[in-house]
């Protein structure tokens, strides 16, 4: 199946009463991972690949290698540039295919948040593509970013921004947090009073060590997608480390690659099925 557009994947997500998961990947074995769970849960979502892992390959890359794993898929499925952190990268992959696109200008002032968003939105609606922004930041680890302060979004800001930037998803921090040895800590009034003035659906990050019943709870109040990274990063690395403390000779390279891609597949399985728990 060839990759869906980003707009008619949330149409199918809000048709079918789904949260749609993002799952980050970094290599073809985690990606393979997790477009077979999506395959054999029946069920779409994004594939997401952040600015800072495309140091290890290219969007050009990623792209084929998505694709050349969907060629016999029939679940609905967008690639998503997640955290882009500069205008080249959303022009790169655009360029490559990608179908769903994050700025991620949170890091800047209000105002200049707004004018980054507003760039990207600009270009990528010439190409029917979607963009999600963050407002507020996220504490916690993000592949190589560290970020210590926890700024959640401020719920008066939220309506200007959205109008302002035209956005079309907004990621907002209302006490999640990114990597695993940080609790996240779920403010639902403050989400409550961000539905209340977002005129678009909301994102919610760090979804790893979030417990799958609050995030059950979030759905419930416009959240449209949960980003996943952590967990299936866990899965794929304890194959080989496991592997390595039973046996130091260990080299068989690509049976545990097929393990570590079936332990991925088996963890977003899992996800997808507690996330849209009825």
């Known amino acids: 199946m ?50 800072s892992n495309l140091k290890l390959s290219s969007p050009k890359i990623i792209a084929d290698m998505v694709n050349s794993v969907m060629k016999d898929k029939s679940t609905p499925v967008s690639l998503h540039l997640d955290h882009g ?19 991620d ?3 800047l002032s209000f105002e200049e948040n707004i004018k980054e968003v507003q760039r990207t939105v600009e270009y990528c609606h010439f190409f029917d593509i979607p963009v999600e922004a963050e407002l507020g930041a996220i504490q916690g ?4 970013h560290v970020l210590e302060e926890d700024a959640k979004t401020s719920s008066e800001d939220v309506r200007e ?11 907002v921090s209302i006490g999640n947090v990114h990597g695993m040895e940080l609790t996240p800590n779920l ?7 961000i539905v209340k003035k977002s005129s678009v659906p909301l994102v919610l990050h760090g979804g790893s060590g979030i417990p799958f019943d609050q995030v059950r709870k979030a759905k419930k109040r416009n959240l449209i ?11 794929f690395i ?3 480390g496991k592997a390595y403390e039973q046996n130091h000779n260990e080299f068989n390279l690509m049976g545990l690659s097929q393990e570590a891609v079936k332990n991925v597949m088996g963890r977003v399985e899992s996800i997808i099925e507690e996330v849209n728990v009825k």
């Open 161 to 171: 921004f959205v109008e302002q930037t035209g956005c079309d998803l907004l990621a």
């Open 2 to 51: 060839k990759l869906v557009n980003g707009f008619k994947l949330m149409e199918y997500g809000k048709e079918n009463g789904l949260l749609l998961p993002a799952f980050n990947t970094t290599n073809y074995e985690v990606t393979k991972g997790i477009i077979d769970g999506f395959d054999a849960m029946g069920l779409g979502g994004y594939i997401a690949i952040s600015s």
């Open 187 to 193: 403010d639902f009034p403050l989400l409550d009073e």
């Open 85 to 103: 952190k500069s205008f080249k990268d959303v022009k790169a992959c655009i360029d490559a295919g990608f179908t769903s696109i994050m700025v």
């Open 238 to 240: 304890r194959t080989y």
């Open 141 to 144: 680890k993000e592949d190589d």
């Open 225 to 235: 997608k949960v980003n996943y990274g952590s967990d299936l990063r866990q899965a």
């Open 105 to 107: 200008a949170s890091h």
